[in-house]
């Protein structure tokens, strides 16, 4: 088991506990992907490239440190693990992961290349109930360059969105708004009731026109979203 293999105990155990598995390779499950991923409407907005400062090696450094460890790889199998051995086997090696992302993440790469960059494997998860949950994982350079650019626009993206979000730039963001709820309840005798909900396949089905209308003036994020969202990715 690759956990146990590189001492990872706890995500092992997390394994062995878990009673989620894949979807059946069958056509059922085909055509269920197919119907939760429809066809992306495009931008329809003219972003334009910006200039954006350069990431640098320590930049890179302090990404990769932060990364979740064996975290599932790209259609490529390249890992966040293959960069980090690389970079401590060569120290100029982040100079050059450094240079790779502000390329991506200006723009100035081949379209040619972004369907293998931009692209994802895809992977069937059986809900606990019926259905499947698609789960995506990107190839490992565009989720470096989008941590870089996360890292660098946390501080906007917390002040743009809040109060109405916990997740981006927020630190105990979770703990926060549980809290919040939890006081909110206390405080109002006569609200004794919480309604959540969730959304059918959201993330899928969210226009990617209206996320271009929100970046502008943010230039990294612009930018990523060009690259990336402007035309549907192989899966």
Known sequence: MKFLRYGALSRAYQQLQSKVGLAPPTRDTKEALLGLHPPGAGLEHDLAFEDIEAFTAEDVHATLKKVKRLSGPGPSGLRFEHLLTSTHAC???SILLAKVCTKLARGAVPKSILPLLGGGRLVPFQKPGRGVRP???PETFRK???KL?????AEALCTALSPYQFGVGM???LETMTLGIRTTLESIP???TLISFDCSNAFNK???SSI???VIGLPEISNYLKVFYEADKPL
């Open 144 to 146: 470096l360059t989008g």
């Open 206 to 208: 969210i226009k990617r």
């Open 190 to 192: 006569t609200y004794d």
């Open 171 to 173: 630190k105990g963001g």
């Open 91 to 93: 120290p100029d090696f």
């Open 135 to 137: 789960i995506v994982l």
């Open 149 to 153: 650019i996360l890292r660098r626009s």
């Open 212 to 214: 271009a209308a929100q």
